[in-house]
C-alpha cells in the first residue's frame, strides 16, 4: 500500500510563508512525478505545481513566483514552499504521486492539509 502524509498547513496572514511537507512510504515503491493540487470551497481541484524525478518543474500561473516545489528522492518527500501568500491561496492542498511497483503503476493522493491566508 502507498502512503502519503501532509504536513505543515495552517493560518497564515496575508504575505506571510508556508512550507508543506509530503512523506510517501510503499514497501518496493518507486515514486515518478509528484505534485500539488488544492480545493477551495465551491471550486473545482487545481494542480498548483507538479516535479518528475529529475526535478523538472511546472506551476500554476496563479502562484508562479511564489511557490517553490522540491523533492528529496531519498526519504521520497516533496515539499512546497509558499511565499506570498494572498487570502486566494486558501485551500486545502493534496499531495499527489506517480507510483510504480514493477510494471505496476498507481495514482496516489494523501488526505490533505488545510491552509489558511487570513487577516
Do not use: H
Request: charged share 20%.
Amino acid at each position: 500500500q502507498v502512503q502519503l502524509v501532509e504536513s505543515g498547513g495552517g493560518l497564515v496572514q496575508p504575505g506571510g510563508s508556508l512550507r508543506l511537507s509530503c512523506a510517501a512510504s510503499g514497501s518496493g515503491f518507486s515514486f515518478n512525478d509528484m505534485g500539488w493540487n488544492r480545493q477551495a470551497p465551491g471550486k473545482q481541484r487545481e494542480l498548483v505545481a507538479s516535479i518528475t524525478r529529475g526535478s523538472s518543474t511546472n506551476y500554476a500561473d496563479s502562484v508562479k513566483g511564489r511557490f517553490t516545489i522540491s523533492r528529496d528522492n531519498v526519504k521520497n518527500t516533496v515539499y512546497l514552499q509558499m511565499n506570498s501568500l494572498k487570502p486566494e491561496d486558501t485551500a486545502v492542498y493534496y499531495c499527489n504521486a506517480k507510483a510504480s511497483r514493477g510494471y505496476v503503476r498507481y495514482d496516489s493522493w494523501g488526505q490533505g492539509t488545510q491552509v489558511t491566508v487570513s487577516s
